[in-house]
Protein backbone atom coordinates (compact mmCIF):
# COMPACT_ATOMS: atom_id res chain seq x y z
CA UNK A 1 0.00 0.00 0.00
CA UNK A 2 1.67 3.49 -1.18
CA UNK A 3 2.27 5.63 1.74
CA UNK A 4 -0.51 8.77 1.86
CA UNK A 5 0.64 11.82 0.92
CA UNK A 6 1.11 14.36 3.56
CA UNK A 7 -1.89 16.28 5.24
CA UNK A 8 -2.20 19.88 3.26
CA UNK A 9 -2.36 23.13 5.55
CA UNK A 10 -6.27 23.59 7.20
CA UNK A 11 -7.20 26.31 5.21
CA UNK A 12 -7.18 30.01 7.08
CA UNK A 13 -9.89 30.21 9.20
CA UNK A 14 -11.49 33.89 9.62
CA UNK A 15 -12.08 35.19 12.93
CA UNK A 16 -15.75 36.15 13.24
CA UNK A 17 -14.85 38.75 15.45
CA UNK A 18 -15.23 42.03 13.11
CA UNK A 19 -16.98 45.23 13.23
CA UNK A 20 -19.85 43.65 14.83
CA UNK A 21 -18.63 42.02 18.25
CA UNK A 22 -18.98 43.05 21.58
CA UNK A 23 -16.64 44.20 24.26
CA UNK A 24 -17.62 44.43 28.16
CA UNK A 25 -16.14 47.76 28.94
CA UNK A 26 -17.49 47.56 32.67
CA UNK A 27 -19.54 45.09 34.74
CA UNK A 28 -22.14 46.11 37.62
CA UNK A 29 -24.26 44.44 40.40
CA UNK A 30 -28.00 45.14 39.95
CA UNK A 31 -30.76 44.59 42.11
CA UNK A 32 -32.08 41.16 42.36
CA UNK A 33 -35.47 42.35 41.15
CA UNK A 34 -34.53 44.12 37.97
CA UNK A 35 -36.00 42.43 35.30
CA UNK A 36 -35.76 45.31 32.58
CA UNK A 37 -33.37 47.21 30.79
CA UNK A 38 -33.75 50.81 28.57
CA UNK A 39 -30.76 52.11 27.08
CA UNK A 40 -30.45 55.68 27.14
CA UNK A 41 -29.32 57.76 23.76
CA UNK A 42 -25.90 58.68 23.97
CA UNK A 43 -23.49 60.81 21.90
CA UNK A 44 -24.52 63.58 20.89
CA UNK A 45 -28.47 62.79 21.56
CA UNK A 46 -27.90 62.37 25.47
CA UNK A 47 -25.72 61.00 28.21
CA UNK A 48 -25.79 57.14 27.44
CA UNK A 49 -26.15 54.82 30.07
CA UNK A 50 -28.79 52.31 30.79
CA UNK A 51 -31.99 52.42 32.91
CA UNK A 52 -32.39 49.23 35.34
CA UNK A 53 -36.06 48.41 35.99
CA UNK A 54 -36.77 46.62 39.28
CA UNK A 55 -39.36 46.42 41.94
CA UNK A 56 -40.59 49.53 42.90
CA UNK A 57 -37.57 51.79 41.54
CA UNK A 58 -35.99 52.37 38.37
CA UNK A 59 -31.52 53.13 38.34
CA UNK A 60 -29.77 54.90 35.92
CA UNK A 61 -26.25 53.43 35.62
CA UNK A 62 -23.10 54.55 33.50
CA UNK A 63 -19.44 53.77 33.83
CA UNK A 64 -17.83 55.82 36.07
CA UNK A 65 -20.90 57.56 37.42
CA UNK A 66 -22.97 57.38 40.45
CA UNK A 67 -26.50 55.72 40.62
CA UNK A 68 -29.44 57.27 40.33
CA UNK A 69 -32.45 55.78 41.85
CA UNK A 70 -35.89 56.78 41.55
CA UNK A 71 -39.15 55.25 42.79
CA UNK A 72 -42.73 54.91 41.03
CA UNK A 73 -45.49 56.32 41.65
CA UNK A 74 -47.55 54.43 43.27
CA UNK A 75 -51.51 53.66 43.34
CA UNK A 76 -53.34 54.56 46.62
CA UNK A 77 -55.01 51.19 46.81
CA UNK A 78 -51.78 49.26 45.93
CA UNK A 79 -50.88 47.70 49.28
CA UNK A 80 -47.30 48.54 50.22
CA UNK A 81 -46.22 45.30 51.11
CA UNK A 82 -46.77 44.56 47.28
CA UNK A 83 -44.31 44.93 44.97
CA UNK A 84 -44.34 47.35 41.31
CA UNK A 85 -42.70 45.42 38.00
CA UNK A 86 -42.55 47.94 34.85
CA UNK A 87 -42.88 45.87 31.61
CA UNK A 88 -42.45 47.69 28.86
CA UNK A 89 -40.80 50.71 27.43
CA UNK A 90 -40.28 53.26 24.54
CA UNK A 91 -37.70 55.62 23.73
CA UNK A 92 -38.64 58.84 21.87
CA UNK A 93 -35.81 61.03 20.36
CA UNK A 94 -36.32 64.61 18.86
CA UNK A 95 -33.66 67.24 18.20
CA UNK A 96 -32.76 68.32 21.49
CA UNK A 97 -34.55 66.29 23.86
CA UNK A 98 -35.67 62.82 24.86
CA UNK A 99 -37.64 61.01 27.58
CA UNK A 100 -38.71 57.55 27.53
CA UNK A 101 -42.28 56.01 28.69
CA UNK A 102 -42.41 52.70 30.71
CA UNK A 103 -45.42 50.81 31.89
CA UNK A 104 -46.44 49.05 35.05
CA UNK A 105 -47.93 45.80 35.04
CA UNK A 106 -51.03 47.60 36.31
CA UNK A 107 -51.51 49.54 32.93
CA UNK A 108 -49.57 52.82 33.99
CA UNK A 109 -48.16 55.00 31.68
CA UNK A 110 -44.64 56.89 33.40
CA UNK A 111 -42.82 59.30 31.45
CA UNK A 112 -39.15 59.04 32.61
CA UNK A 113 -37.10 62.25 31.90
CA UNK A 114 -33.17 62.26 32.54
CA UNK A 115 -31.50 65.63 33.22
CA UNK A 116 -28.36 66.18 33.00
CA UNK A 117 -26.19 69.38 34.09
CA UNK A 118 -26.06 72.55 31.75
CA UNK A 119 -22.65 72.16 31.37
CA UNK A 120 -21.53 68.75 31.48
CA UNK A 121 -23.81 67.08 28.94
CA UNK A 122 -22.85 63.31 30.44
CA UNK A 123 -23.36 64.11 33.95
CA UNK A 124 -26.94 63.17 35.00
CA UNK A 125 -28.11 65.26 37.91
CA UNK A 126 -31.34 63.75 38.22
CA UNK A 127 -33.89 60.90 37.35
CA UNK A 128 -37.94 61.85 37.36
CA UNK A 129 -40.96 59.68 36.32
CA UNK A 130 -44.17 61.23 36.12
CA UNK A 131 -47.62 59.68 35.83
CA UNK A 132 -48.63 59.80 32.14
CA UNK A 133 -51.78 57.90 32.07
CA UNK A 134 -53.41 54.53 31.98
CA UNK A 135 -54.13 51.90 29.63
CA UNK A 136 -54.78 48.24 29.24
CA UNK A 137 -51.13 46.08 30.04
CA UNK A 138 -48.81 45.51 26.78
CA UNK A 139 -46.06 43.61 26.05
CA UNK A 140 -44.48 46.21 23.62
CA UNK A 141 -44.51 50.01 23.14
CA UNK A 142 -43.65 52.05 19.89
CA UNK A 143 -43.53 55.87 20.00
CA UNK A 144 -43.90 57.23 16.49
CA UNK A 145 -42.57 60.40 15.28
CA UNK A 146 -46.21 61.97 14.23
CA UNK A 147 -46.71 61.72 17.72
CA UNK A 148 -48.73 58.54 17.93
CA UNK A 149 -48.29 55.85 20.73
CA UNK A 150 -49.21 51.67 19.62
CA UNK A 151 -49.93 49.43 22.27
CA UNK A 152 -49.35 46.34 21.52
CA UNK A 153 -51.72 44.85 24.14
CA UNK A 154 -50.95 41.57 25.93
CA UNK A 155 -54.88 40.62 26.30
CA UNK A 156 -57.12 41.58 23.75
CA UNK A 157 -56.99 43.90 21.12
CA UNK A 158 -53.59 46.17 20.44
CA UNK A 159 -54.33 50.57 21.15
CA UNK A 160 -53.31 53.36 18.49
CA UNK A 161 -53.28 56.70 20.23
CA UNK A 162 -52.52 60.54 19.84
CA UNK A 163 -50.35 62.16 22.46
CA UNK A 164 -52.52 65.08 24.06
CA UNK A 165 -49.99 66.04 26.36
CA UNK A 166 -46.35 64.46 28.12
CA UNK A 167 -47.36 65.12 31.59
CA UNK A 168 -45.26 67.97 32.18
CA UNK A 169 -48.41 69.74 34.15
CA UNK A 170 -47.97 70.28 38.18
CA UNK A 171 -50.83 67.87 38.83
CA UNK A 172 -49.39 64.47 37.67
CA UNK A 173 -47.94 62.51 40.63
CA UNK A 174 -44.04 62.44 40.05
CA UNK A 175 -41.34 61.18 41.78
CA UNK A 176 -37.90 62.43 42.35
CA UNK A 177 -33.96 61.04 42.32
CA UNK A 178 -33.47 63.92 44.46
CA UNK A 179 -35.97 63.46 46.83
CA UNK A 180 -34.98 59.63 47.44
CA UNK A 181 -31.69 60.51 47.80
CA UNK A 182 -32.73 63.36 50.73
CA UNK A 183 -33.48 60.08 53.19
CA UNK A 184 -37.14 60.88 52.77
CA UNK A 185 -38.40 57.29 51.41
CA UNK A 186 -42.10 57.73 51.91
CA UNK A 187 -42.62 60.90 50.18
CA UNK A 188 -40.47 59.73 47.37
CA UNK A 189 -43.11 57.60 46.35
CA UNK A 190 -45.80 59.80 45.76
CA UNK A 191 -48.99 57.98 45.92
CA UNK A 192 -52.08 58.60 43.22
CA UNK A 193 -55.77 57.52 42.13
CA UNK A 194 -55.99 55.17 39.33
CA UNK A 195 -57.63 56.96 36.63
CA UNK A 196 -58.28 56.56 32.61
CA UNK A 197 -57.21 57.76 29.61
CA UNK A 198 -56.94 61.89 29.95
CA UNK A 199 -53.69 62.68 27.60
CA UNK A 200 -53.41 59.92 25.28
CA UNK A 201 -56.34 60.19 22.57
CA UNK A 202 -57.86 57.56 20.29
CA UNK A 203 -58.04 58.86 16.65
CA UNK A 204 -60.86 57.66 14.50
CA UNK A 205 -59.68 54.54 12.29
CA UNK A 206 -58.63 55.40 8.92
CA UNK A 207 -59.59 52.88 5.67
CA UNK A 208 -61.40 50.57 8.18
CA UNK A 209 -62.80 47.30 6.43
CA UNK A 210 -66.56 46.69 6.77
CA UNK A 211 -67.15 43.42 8.13
CA UNK A 212 -67.95 41.70 5.00
CA UNK A 213 -64.87 42.31 3.25
CA UNK A 214 -62.35 38.83 3.24
CA UNK A 215 -58.78 41.79 3.52
CA UNK A 216 -58.01 42.95 7.34
CA UNK A 217 -55.86 46.02 6.87
CA UNK A 218 -53.46 46.92 9.44
CA UNK A 219 -53.18 50.54 9.99
CA UNK A 220 -49.84 50.97 12.07
CA UNK A 221 -47.56 48.91 9.27
CA UNK A 222 -49.84 49.36 6.24
CA UNK A 223 -49.61 45.33 6.07
CA UNK A 224 -52.59 43.53 4.83
CA UNK A 225 -53.43 39.94 4.94
CA UNK A 226 -56.45 37.97 2.97
CA UNK A 227 -57.98 35.20 4.17
CA UNK A 228 -59.64 32.36 2.73
CA UNK A 229 -61.93 30.09 3.03
CA UNK A 230 -62.44 26.55 1.30
CA UNK A 231 -65.51 25.96 -0.54
CA UNK A 232 -67.78 23.04 -0.12
Known amino acids: ?15 P ?3 NHVVRKWSDAVDPTANLLVAVPGGADGPGGVLVCAENFIVYKNHGHADKRCPLPRRKDLPPEQGLLLVAS ?14 SEAGDLYKVTVQTDGEDKDAVSEVKVRYLDSVPTCVALCI ?7 CASEFGNSGFYQFQGVGEDDESPSCSSLTF ?3 DEA ?16 PPAVNRPSSSSSRA ?3 TCCTSTTSTRSAR
Do not use: K, N
Request: hydrophobic share 50%; glycine share 8%.
Open 187 to 202: AAAAARAPRGAARLFT
Open 17 to 19: AGL
Open 1 to 15: MPPLPPAADPAPVLS
Open 144 to 150: LRSGFLF
Open 217 to 219: RCA
Open 181 to 183: EGG
Open 90 to 103: AVHRQRDLFFIVVQ
